[in-house]
């Protein structure tokens, strides 16, 4: 995983899906990663906070690159570079 500013990033999609029990966050950036352009990044906004440890392992598993996540107002900002 490289360094990245994840303040300086500009996503191509962000999925809020504050509010949301999991699954739901997860099943939202699933859903999201489709409009997001290859080497594009999405931004997931969730405050559920098993997102923290089941979005990076499903970015993993199916191929995704996992940025980090960055704390919010009640609410964690998670980044996933698209890679296929």
């Not at 089941?54 to 698209?82: C, M, N, S």
Request: contains cysteine; aromatic residues 6%.
């Amino acid at each position: 995983m490289a360094q990245v500013d994840l303040e300086s990033l500009e996503p191509a999609n962000v999925v809020d899906a504050r509010g949301s029990a999991c699954p739901g966050p997860l099943l939202e950036a699933k859903k999201g990663i489709g409009a997001v352009p290859v080497e594009g990044v999405l931004e997931i906004w969730s405050s559920d906070p098993g997102s923290k440890n089941d979005i990076p392992v499903w970015a993993q598993k199916v191929g995704h690159e996992f940025l980090g996540v960055l704390e919010a107002d009640g609410y964690d900002r998670i980044f996933v570079t698209r890679k296929k």
